[in-house]
């Protein structure tokens, strides 16, 4: 890590944040890395760097344009946040907490919920093997719930950019021109990396560093996401070098079975929340492409100000 210090009466440090961290400078200074092990930059290479800036009034004008989109950037990715934390809140207290049920039994109506949703709670507990539950709900296995299956190979030789995610255990990695598994569908690590769990929306390629939900028998996805999301994987290790999951060791897991009316529901309200929160990374996206495309054409002079201010204002 290295401190820069730009002479102010030059340079407006915002623009110089956007140079440096443009794909272009990112190209320009991966040339000059000094070949050992540890990517590094030399301060002489550092110092040396020749910057193409305009005068100091315009450095500013164009940071204030690309600041413009970073702002909606990190707005959506805040909206993005609240989206799921709604979605995980909603799952922790209608299967985790058991809020309707409690409400019921001290008979006020559950908070933020219709008449008939409320009806498929029960009002009172019944001790099973997994401690006190809704009355008459019943329990059985982790397969009961779900089919984990292993992803499939795909050599990156024989990977050809496309429309469909590639998902590793570490997340997506890429993009192919095939599927293998349609959307939506929830993915975790197999192998590599425990303990990540991803829901995928849209038609996907597991990659065989993964296991992926091929059956959600008495689940939906946004349900089988929270609920893989809370388990422990790390603990079911079967690896030793490599983090390794086998999937028989979680197929005969005890989980409790909730009316499949009442996964739907939850389904219902918890799609909705997920498919805002892609549009809106979609769009995050888009305006990191803009972002990135803007500076050195403004810088270059080859886009003018006014038309970069309407092209950020047209896609806010």
Not at 204 to 219: A, G, M
Not at 256 to 262: A, D, I, N, R, V
Request: glycine share 6%.
């Amino acid at each position: 890590m290295v401190l820069i210090r730009p002479d102010s009466s030059k340079v407006d440090h915002a623009f110089l944040k956007y140079w440096l961290n443009s794909p272009q400078i990112h190209g320009h200074i991966h040339g000059f890395r000094d070949g050992t092990v540890s990517e590094r930059l030399n301060l002489p290479v550092i110092r040396g760097l020749a910057i193409a800036f305009p005068s100091k009034a315009v450095q500013r004008e164009i940071a204030e344009v690309l600041t413009s989109l970073d702002d909606r950037i990190t707005l959506l990715r805040e909206t993005n946040a609240t989206l799921e934390a709604i979605a995980q809140a909603l799952f922790k207290s209608w299967f985790v907490d058991f809020d309707p049920v409690r409400a019921r039994m001290e008979s006020r109506a559950p908070e933020g919920m219709d008449d008939a949703t409320a009806a498929l709670f029960p009002d009172s507990f019944e001790e099973s093997e997994l401690g006190w539950v809704p009355r008459r709900w019943p329990t059985g296995k982790l397969q009961d719930l779900l089919v984990l299956q292993r992803g499939f190979d795909l050599p990156a030789s024989s990977r050809t950019e496309g429309a469909y995610p590639l998902i590793a255990a570490s997340g997506p990695n890429g993009t192919h021109d095939v599927a293998m598994a349609s959307g939506p569908g929830v993915v975790t690590g197999r192998s590599g990396v425990l303990g990540k769990v991803f829901l995928v929306l849209e038609d996907y390629w597991p990659l065989n560093t993964t296991l992926w939900v091929k059956e959600f028998k008495h689940s939906t996805p946004c349900y089988a996401f929270e609920l893989l999301k809370r388990l422990d994987f790390a603990s079911f290790n079967a690896g030793s070098a490599v983090p390794t999951l086998n999937r028989n060791h979680i197929h005969g897991l005890p989980y409790l079975l909730p009316p499949k009316e009442l996964l739907l529901g939850y389904e219902a309200v918890a799609m909705t929340l997920h498919r805002r929160a892609l549009e809106n990374s979609r769009q995050a996206q888009t305006l990191a492409t803009l972002r990135d495309t803007l500076l050195p054409r403004l810088i270059s002079g080859q886009l003018r100000l006014p038309d970069a201010e309407a092209m950020v204002e047209a896609s806010v």
